[in-house]
Nanobody, 120 residues
């Protein structure tokens, strides 16, 4: 089970931190990811953090977003800074049994999503 929190309304240029508490899987061994889906658009990968701590980011968020994990409490975070209107979307936490599944928009295990709305 994956449960996201931290979404809400934020002004452009502001910051927001999303959290995702994970249960029912071996968190320490799994890569974790954040995806997002804007209205009328496909779900897209935002950031991935591997069990080693290595990270990957979408070009659109590099330098602004930071993914991290706390293995002691089975939680993954997404720190979002310098938010833009185009960051408005439902943000999903996800994982999978393989790294390929974690990167895929069509595989793996998903949270219910949390809405982030960036206003001008």
């Amino acid at each position: 089970r994956l449960v996201e929190s931290g979404g809400g309304l934020v002004q452009a240029g502001g910051s927001r931190r999303l959290s995702c508490v994970v249960s029912g899987i071996d968190f320490n061994r799994n890569a974790m990811a954040w995806f997002r889906q804007a209205p009328g658009q496909q779900r897209e990968m935002v950031a991935v953090i591997r069990s080693s701590g290595g990270t990957t980011y979408a070009d659109s968020v590099k330098g602004r977003f930071t993914i991290s994990r706390d293995n002691a409490i089975d939680t993954v975070y997404l720190q979002m800074d310098v938010l833009k209107i185009e960051d408005t979307a439902v943000y999903f936490c996800k994982t999978g049994h393989t790294l390929g599944a974690v990167y895929s928009a069509n595989m793996g295990y998903w949270g219910q999503g949390t809405q982030v709305t960036v206003s001008s």
